[in-house]
């Protein structure tokens, strides 16, 4: 593994902005149609959310268009043992 940094910008009013390389939709999954509400607007290259569950993909596909949306699956892997 490579260990990088790479500066981006942050913004609160999605107004601000009309055209980004990625896009990370970090909400809880059922705030998801309100914030792609006022994100509907940005011309976009990639997305993709960081929540659970799969519902999230159609809906970034549906607003953006799934040639865009970047499906995640995260996976959390337990390891139960008796002491």
């Known amino acids: 593994m490579a260990e990088f940094t790479v500066p981006c910008t942050v913004v609160t009013d999605p107004s601000t902005v009309h055209e980004v390389d990625a896009l990370v939709v970090a909400v809880k999954a059922y ?5 792609l509400t006022g994100l509907r607007h940005l011309r ?9 569950g799969v519902l999230k993909n159609e809906q970034l596909a549906s607003t953006f268009g799934a040639e ?11 390891a139960l043992r008796t002491l």
């Not at 976009?44 to 959310?49: E, K, L």
């Not at 865009?68 to 337990?78: A, E, F, P, S, Y």
Request: net charge positive.
């Open 68 to 78: 865009k949306t970047t499906g995640w699956l995260l996976v959390r892997q337990l």
């Open 31 to 35: 705030d998801t149609v309100s914030a």
């Open 44 to 52: 976009v290259q990639s997305i993709f959310s960081v929540q659970n």
